[in-house]
C-alpha cells in the first residue's frame, strides 16, 4: 500500500482540508505578513474529555470543546506555502508531563522577531519552515466518563498519532515528512527524545489503534512511519522508572551534608539567610522556618536516599556505556564525565567571550538573572505582566580559571552540587515517584485509567504507607517485582517502557532519528545530570545517529528555547 492510499472507512475523516483554514496577520522581523492557521483532530477516534479541568499551575481551566487535548495546529506562513520539501518544526508541550491543549502558538497581531535567542516559533516562520503545534493528552485530565484516559503512554501516543496525520496527508500539506524536527521543553524535551528514539516501533500499534490513529488498520498491522528527522530537545525529564536513583545517586550526599548542618541547628535559623525564591513561577521566598525544616531528612528518607543511590549504580552499569575511548563509562567515572561535559561548556564559553554574565573566577559571584512568568512574544502595545526578571548574586565556590580567565582549571564537584541545590531547593526524597499527588511528583502518570496514581518504582510502592489507595505492598500484599508479573503490572511496565527513549535506544530494531540536538542548563536541578549523561551516550552508541549535539549550557537552569539562534543553525547545517 501506498502512504497516502486511504483505506480504512476510519481514516476518512482524517483526509485534510486545503481549504479549511483561517488568516492570521503577524509582524516577523517588522515584515507584516500572513500565516494560514489550520486546526485538525489528528485521530479517527479521539477521547471526549470533560470541558472543566484542571491546568497549568492547579488552576481551574474550561476547554473549547472535549478535544483539544487531540487536536494540532498547522501554521504556514507565507514563505512556507506551497513548499513541499520545507521542514516541519513539530512542537509538542508536555509541560509537567501534564496533558497539554492545543496551543496558539502563533495569534494574529503579535509581532515576532525572528532573530532572537528565545523565539523559536519566530526562527520556525522566518526560516520558512512548517510549523506544527500539538495538543496531547497525559496525566491529570478526566475522560468524559470520569477515567484517567491521559495516562502513560498517551502523550507519546498522541505525538505519533499527529505525526502519522502529517504522512497520511503528505500530498496536501506542504512540508516534508522527511524532515520533521520534534521539540519540546522539559516534559517536552522527554516527549521529543521518546519519538525521537522509537520510530516505527510497533509497541505503540495497539495504542495507535485505539485512537484511530492514521496508518494502523483493524488487524493491528502499520502503513505509516512515524520515525522523525531530528529533534531539538531541551532538559528531558526523561527515564523516569530510574529518575529517582540517578536524582539520589546526584545528590545524596548534597543533601546529606545540608541535612546534618541544619539539624544541628535544633530550629535556631537566625543567621541564616532568606532563602531564595524557588524559581518561576513562584517568585515568593518561601517561608524561612519551613524552608530550612524542609531541608532536614528523616531516617527514612536517608534510608530511602541510599538504597536509590545504589540502585542507580547497579543501573547505570548494566547499560554498558563506553566513553569516547572505548573504556566503559560506570557510575564509578560518571562523575569525572560530568565534569568534563560542564568544563567543557565554560570553556567554549570563555574562548567565545560571550558569557552573559561573565564566568566568575573562585571567590567571585555568579549572577544569576532569575526569570519570573513565562515572557515570550506580546502583541503591539500590550505591557508585559510578567514580574521583572531579578539578579541572584551568589559567591563561587567551585569554579576555579586559569590565571589568563581563558580556561577552566577546575572543578570541585561536590561543591558544584551544593551550588545547584542553593538556587533551588532540591526535590524531595523520592522525587518523581512521590505517591501522594497532591505534593507533587509523576505517580499519577501511571496506573490504570481507573486509578487515581500508582507508584511505578520498586522503592516507592514497597514502601508506600497510604492504606487503602489500592497501591503498594501494604494494600496488595505483594512486592513491586510479584505486582510487575499481574496483568496491571505489566501494564505499568509497558507505560515506563513506552514513555523512556533508553529501552529503544537499546534495541535497534527501531528507526533512531539521525539527528539530535540536546541542551540541560548547568543548574537545572529538575532531574540528576546523570540522566542526561545517561541519554547522550546512549544516543551517541547509535549506529544510526549521524549527529548528537549535546550541552550543559551555561547558567541555565530549568529551561528551554534560550539558544534558538544556534539550534536553528544547527538545523540548517544538518538540512
Ligand atoms: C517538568 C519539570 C519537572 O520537575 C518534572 O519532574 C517534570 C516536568 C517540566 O518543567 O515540564
Redesign the pocket.
Known amino acids: 500500500m501506498t502512504q497516502n492510499t486511504i483505506s480504512l472507512a476510519s481514516e476518512v475523516n482524517l483526509r485534510f482540508d486545503p481549504a479549511k483554514y483561517e488568516t492570521l496577520k503577524i509582524s516577523l522581523d517588522n515584515n507584516i505578513i500572513q500565516v494560514k492557521k489550520y486546526s485538525v483532530i489528528y485521530v479517527a477516534n479521539p477521547v471526549r474529555f470533560r470541558l472543566e479541568q484542571i491546568g497549568k499551575g492547579g488552576k481551574p481551566q474550561r476547554n473549547a470543546n472535549p478535544y483539544v487535548y487531540q487536536t494540532m495546529n498547522i501554521y504556514l506562513s507565507e514563505y512556507a506555502d506551497r513548499n513541499m520539501n520545507a521542514p516541519i518544526i513539530f512542537m509538542v508541550?508536555?509541560?509537567?508531563?501534564?496533558a497539554s491543549v492545543v496551543e496558539d502558538s502563533v495569534d494574529e497581531g503579535i509581532r515576532y522577531s525572528g532573530n532572537s535567542n528565545d523565539d523559536l516559533v519566530g526562527a520556525a516562520l522566518k526560516a520558512g519552515y512548517v510549523l506544527v503545534d500539538a495538543g496531547t493528552r497525559s496525566r491529570g485530565i478526566i475522560a468524559e466518563d470520569g477515567s484517567f484516559l491521559g495516562k502513560a503512554p498517551a502523550a507519546v501516543v498522541d505525538a505519533k498519532a499527529a505525526i502519522r496525520y502529517l504522512r497520511l496527508n503528505s500530498d496536501l500539506i506542504p512540508g516534508s515528512t522527511d524532515r520533521i524536527v520534534i521539540t519540546g521543553?522539559?516534559?517536552?524535551?522527554?516527549l521529543s527524545v521518546a519519538i525521537a528514539s522509537s520510530g516505527n516501533s510497533p509497541d505503540y500499534y495497539p495504542y495507535l489503534s485505539e485512537v484511530g490513529a492514521a496508518g494502523i488498520s483493524a488487524d493491528g498491522t502499520s502503513s505509516l512511519r512515524d520515525d522523525v528527522f531530528a529533534t531539538i530537545a531541551y532538559?528531558p525529564?526523561t527515564d523516569?522508572a530510574n529518575?529517582d536513583a540517578a536524582y539520589e545517586w546526584q545528590y545524596a550526599a548534597t543533601r546529606l551534608i545540608k541535612s546534618d548542618y541544619y539539624a544541628s541547628l535544633n530550629g535556631d535559623y537566625q543567621f541564616l539567610p532568606e532563602p531564595p525564591p524557588q524559581g518561576p513561577p513562584d517568585s515568593q521566598p518561601p517561608d524561612k522556618h519551613k524552608y530550612y525544616d524542609s531541608l532536614i531528612l528523616s531516617p527514612q528518607q536517608k534510608e530511602a536516599s541510599d538504597r536509590l543511590s545504589e540502585a542507580y549504580i547497579r543501573y547505570f552499569d548494566s547499560l554498558d556505556l563506553k566513553r569516547e575511548d572505548g573504556t566503559p563509562l560506570t557510575a564509578d567515572n560518571l562523575p569525572e564525565v560530568i565534569i568534563e561535559l560542564v568544563t567543557a561548556e565554560i570553556n567554549r564559553v570563555l574562548v567565545s567571550g560571550s558569557a552573559h554574565p561573565c564566568v566568575p573566577d573562585l571567590g567571585e559571584d555568579f549572577i544569576l538573572t532569575i526569570k519570573r512568568g513565562p515572557g515570550g512574544p506580546k502583541k503591539p502595545g500590550e505591557l508585559s505582566d510578567d514580574p521583572p526578571p531579578y539578579n541572584l548574586a551568589i559567591k563561587n565556590e567551585w569554579l576555579k580559571l586559569s590565571a589568563d580567565r581563558k580556561s577552566v582549571e577546575c572543578v570541585d564537584y561536590e561543591k558544584y552540587l551544593d551550588f545547584v541545590a542553593s538556587i533551588q531547593a532540591l526535590?524531595p526524597v523520592p522525587?518523581?515517584d512521590q505517591g501522594d499527588v497532591s505534593q507533587?511528583?509523576?505517580s499519577n502518570l501511571f496506573g490504570t485509567p481507573s486509578q487515581i496514581y500508582s507508584n511505578f518504582t520498586a522503592w516507592s510502592w514497597d514502601h508506600n504507607a497510604s492504606k487503602g489507595d489500592g497501591i503498594g505492598k501494604e494494600d496488595t500484599g505483594m512486592s513491586f517485582d510479584e505486582y510487575l508479573e499481574t496483568t496491571d503490572g505489566k501494564e505499568l511496565k509497558a507505560q515506563l517502557k513506552l514513555t523512556s527513549p533508553i529501552p529503544y535506544l537499546s534495541s535497534g530494531s527501531v528507526k533512531t532519528a539521525p539527528y539530535w540536538y540536546v541542551r540541560h542548563g548547568i543548574r537545572d536541578r529538575?532531574?540528576a545530570f546523570a540522566i542526561e549523561v545517561e541519554l547522550y551516550y546512549m544516543i551517541k552508541s547509535q549506529p544510526q545517529v549521524k549527529d548528537i549535539n549535546f550541552k550543559f549550557t551555561w547558567l541555565n537552569g530549568?529551561a528551554g528555547n534560550y539558544d534558538v539562534q544556534e539550534a536553528f543553525s544547527w538545523l540548517a547545517d544538518i538540512l
Open positions: 508541550h508536555n509541560g509537567g508531563w501534564k521543553i522539559s516534559g517536552g524535551g522527554a532538559c525529564i523516569l529518575a526535590k522525587s518523581f507533587g511528583g509523576e529538575d532531574t530549568h
